[in-house]
């Protein structure tokens, strides 16, 4: 019996021996382990915010050969601008924009689908007007850049006017479709931010009436946006 005590008294100290070496690596494990904590910065708030963009657009338009005929081009330009709320609820924003086009061809007739020219000046001016909403993201710890998707609905004023026109051929009418969207932005200095961006919008019903949209068949005014913008976020 009193072997067996004396057994258990002497396990019974190498145990605490054992407790009391370990105690100081379980200390710098969690010092270490604090240290880390202590290392990762925290991710930054988001906070509301508004930005004003100034947008430079490249139009491919999807009724290429009805533009080709008129304007003898379906690769357009269109400058324009925007605002957008951010961060109106966990990355999701805002948008309303407008951009404007104009370009000076002239009036033709399809005749086995080919465009012949009448020599009577024709300007066509397209001025779309886009309310649409997204979703962004940051990139890297700083957040300095971010990419982004969305989508929305365009409404588009569209006009042709002739000096030489008769009655009727003159056309002002409005039309609405759809925009998807997705682009990238980088801040480049405080507040200034500059990006790329892809739209693809569909039109629908707003040509195929009259004169060579109707020759071609072709319906659609919408087409692929290629969008450079700088903006300034307040």
Known sequence: MTRRVQTLRSMGAALVL????????????????AVQV?????????HLGV????SVDFDSMAAANTFNAVLGTSALSARGGGAEVLN???????????TSVS????RVVVVDKQAVSLGIPLTIE?????????????????????????GGLVHLVYRETSKFAGVGDDTDM????????????????????AGGEVQF?????????SGASQAFKETNLGGATARGLIGVRF
Not at 201 to 209: E, T, Y
């Open 88 to 98: 109106v609820w966990r990355g999701v924003f805002i948008r309303v924009a407008a």
């Open 126 to 150: 397209m001025r779309p007007v886009e309310f649409g909403a997204g979703w962004r993201s940051s990139i890297g710890p700083r957040q300095k850049a971010a990419w982004y998707v969305g």
């Open 51 to 54: 930005r004003a963009l100034v």
């Open 103 to 106: 370009k000076t061809g002239s």
């Open 174 to 193: 409005t039309f609405d479709g759809a925009v998807i969207f997705g682009g990238a932005d980088v801040k480049l200095w405080r507040f200034i931010v």
């Open 201 to 209: 919008r569909s039109i629908p019903n707003a040509l195929g009436d």
């Open 18 to 33: 054992v407790t009391i070496s370990a105690l100081p690596a379980a200390a710098q494990t969690v010092a270490d382990a």
């Open 38 to 46: 202590r290392r990762v910065p925290p991710r930054p708030r988001q």
